[in-house]
């Protein structure tokens, strides 16, 4: 099935700093999902994103539905060690069909 | 949200045999799914599991290896028949469709399966 390209695969960053991570695709989208997964447990939720051009906060996280209906991009501000997991997104399309991105790996260093 | 469980958590299997796992949800669902999840992989959608109907596979899965059940609106089994250590991964089921959030995509805590 279709994959969508997320990025970086993986970061190494400062506790306090700031995360950036994007997902595109070549298809439109119609909702845009954010997740996160620690180890050996299910991805859980982060933000859901229906509008091109919504913008929305979750905490210390904001993700935006690229106007172009084609990409999102997830922030984090002032990360902190419980930070740490992996970050996926995932598009659907019309007919409920979800996809999913390949993950960002984000370790915070104390 | 929907709060899903899922048995067993884990297991180790002998090649050649059969698991079945279950899913529940605590409300009733438009859709379910389940996924595979190698470590360190992305999620590899196996089938969407219909009510009352066979499921749909995707390509690659076959309903031979992986039959599925979905009696009801909230609860779904996945079997993963002669097992191989290829076998061996993560599996979730997922629903999507509940009373407060149509769009939104619920995982359950996975099954991790190890096939010796």
């Known amino acids: 099935g279709q994959q969508l390209n997320q990025s970086p695969q993986s970061m190494f960053i400062q506790e306090g700093e700031d995360v950036s991570m994007n997902c595109t695709s070549s298809?439109?989208?119609?909702?845009w999902l954010w997740y996160k997964q620690d180890p050996g447990e299910g991805p859980v939720l982060l933000i859901a994103?229906?509008?091109?051009?919504e913008l929305t906060s979750n905490g210390r996280l904001t993700a935006q539905f690229g106007i172009t209906r084609k990409d999102s991009f997830l922030n984090i501000s002032a990360s902190i060690p419980s930070d740490v997991g992996i970050y996926f997104c995932?598009?659907?399309?019309?007919?409920?069909?979800?996809?999913f991105g390949t993950g960002t790996s984000l370790t915070v260093i104390p | 949200s929907a709060v899903i469980s899922q048995k067993p958590s884990r297991d180790i299997c002998q090649r050649g045999t059969s698991l079945t796992i279950q899913c529940q949800v605590d409300?009733?669902?438009?859709?379910m799914f389940w996924y595979r999840q190698q470590p360190g992989q992305s999620l590899t959608l196996i089938a969407t599991?219909?009510?009352?109907?066979?499921?749909?596979?995707e390509s690659g899965f076959v309903i031979d290896k992986f039959p599925i059940s979905r009696p009801n609106l909230t609860f779904s089994t996945l079997t993963v028949s002669n097992m191989s250590p290829e076998d061996s991964s993560i599996y979730l089921c997922?629903?999507?469709?509940?009373?407060?959030?149509?769009?939104?995509?619920?995982f359950g805590p996975g099954t991790r399966l190890t096939v010796l």
């Open positions: 997922s629903v999507a469709g509940t009373a407060k959030s149509y769009n939104e995509q619920f």
């Open positions: 298809s439109i989208f119609n909702t």
């Open positions: 994103l229906y509008k091109a051009g």
């Open positions: 995932a598009g659907q399309l019309l007919g409920n069909q979800f996809y």
């Open positions: 409300s009733q669902v438009t859709m």
């Open positions: 599991a219909n009510q009352g109907s066979e499921a749909t596979y």
